[in-house]
């Protein structure tokens, strides 16, 4: 494998600049979590909320001139507050989006343009992966920097599923079918009276993804072109894969992110499914003996139909419009920043994430990052609904109504005929 090369984007953008171009400070839009005593190592902190705001910090520390600013954000809300900032005209320097919400913002001019500024800020396009690059591109123009690929995983407790009889050569034995899946939550509740899944049902729209993801599987989707499709029988069979272990008592629908998160850490579930983000944080916790986590596996989300699919998106920095057109010196350091950050962009994939860069991608140090072969896969059926810029409202319609079944006991028909009916008005 090739050895990792990083570049001197930075210091080459530093060089090219005079002081007084970057005597200045700059404001950052983020999620992730709060960390204050991340410090300036990039190459120890551990989790989302440490390994991002240590490379903030290691910027800042840095001799250029130039001070960071971290804003306080909430993940649930993050958006509501972007939006509002932007409309009351205090959008942040820099700020992180997803892939999935680039066409509603650029599509209304609220992003600059970075096409022509990247590669005198030292960031080579050619080292991003072509899906990367593709994700930051909005009708022939680039309006972020790449950050990751994440997706949704298998989290496994080896432990329980060693006793219910489900692990053959050290690999978890996963389903191959929503019969199967069923089949192997009955084994690992009447092998060890713990849930065989669990999720985030109730908060956030992790049960969304993970419809969309069965839905794919099937060759569906939520919506094509300017229709609604949710209402089909791919997104029956996909909703009932999930619902009939609810029926049976084999999971929890009511959990919350953190409680159902707790409780795969606490032993309480054999699979939890969530991101590549928690990748590191777990390991971590597995390696603490006041865990009951004791044996991690990392797999990918397996394939209960025809095809190979799981939910995936990617992070992404861009920068306002109006920093670009009204402040020169804050749109430079905010550059310098993003050169800063592709630079880093090994130590971020250290939380478990999906490097962008080529070059890292290449590297023996990403190769050897914990359970990366676990999950080798997952970049081949990392997939998402189209492009549009609704998104954001397509993804609550559908969660609304996902939660209303597994929630208040509403049918699946009804739920997927309203769902149909709020995703239209949205394309409307």
């Known amino acids: 494998m090739k050895k990792l090369i990083l570049t001197a984007a930075t210091a080459a953008l530093l060089a090219a600049s005079t002081p007084a171009a970057f005597a200045t400070d700059i404001t950052l839009g983020r999620f992730f979590g709060a960390c204050e005593d991340a410090g300036t190592d990039t190459k120890t902190s551990v989790g989302e909320p440490c390994i991002i705001q240590s490379i903030i910090n290691a910027y800042s520390a840095a001799d250029n001139g130039v001070a960071v600013e971290t804003l306080p954000t ?53 080292d991003w992966a072509d899906k990367a690059l593709e994700g930051v591109t909005y009708e022939g123009k680039i309006y972020g920097v790449p950050m990751d690929f994440h997706a949704n995983l298998w989290h496994v407790n080896m432990e329980i599923m060693e006793q219910a009889g489900l692990v053959s050569d050290g690999k978890p034995v996963l389903p191959t079918s929503p019969d199967e899946l069923l089949e192997h939550a009955k084994m690992v509740k009447e092998k060890t009276g713990k849930d065989y899944l669990t999720a985030d049902f109730a908060q956030f729209p992790i049960g969304v993804r993970l419809v969309m993801a069965l839905m794919w599987q099937q060759g569906a989707n939520v919506f094509e072109g300017d229709t609604a499709t949710v209402n089909t029988p791919e997104a029956k069979a996909a909703v009932e894969s999930i619902t009939q272990l609810f029926d049976a008592g084999l999971a929890n629908p009511k959990l919350n992110y953190a409680d159902s998160e707790k409780g795969f850490l606490n032993g309480d579930a054999a699979i939890l499914v969530n991101g590549t983000w928690v990748v590191d944080a777990y390991t971590a916790q597995a390696a603490n003996s006041e865990t009951s986590l004791n044996q991690y596996y990392v797999a990918d989300f397996p394939t209960l139909f025809e095809t190979g699919a799981t939910w995936a998106d990617s992070h992404m920095w861009g920068i306002p419009a109006s920093v670009k057109a009204d402040s020169p010196e804050k749109y430079k350091a905010a550059l310098g920043f993003l050169a800063f950050l592709n630079d880093s962009n090994v130590d971020w994939a250290r939380t478990g994430h999906m490097s962008v860069r080529k070059s890292v991608l290449q590297s023996d140090e990403y190769a050897g990052l914990p359970h990366r072969s676990e999950y080798a896969g997952t970049a081949l059926i990392a997939a998402d609904a189209p492009a549009s810029e609704n998104y954001g409202a397509i993804q609550d319609a ?7 079944i597994w929630l208040t006991g509403k049918s ?5 005929a309203d769902a149909e009916s709020d995703v239209q008005d949205q394309l409307d």
Do not use: C
């Open 398 to 404: 559908m969660n609304r109504e996902l939660q209303a």
């Open 74 to 126: 909430d993940w649930g809300n993050y958006y509501d507050q972007i939006k509002a900032a932007y409309a009351g005209g205090t959008a942040p320097d820099v700020h992180v989006l997803h892939r999935s919400r680039i066409a509603e913002f650029a599509s209304i001019g609220a992003l600059a343009d970075l096409s022509d500024d990247l590669a005198a800020a030292g960031i080579d396009t050619s």
């Open 412 to 416: 699946v028909e009804t739920a997927l």
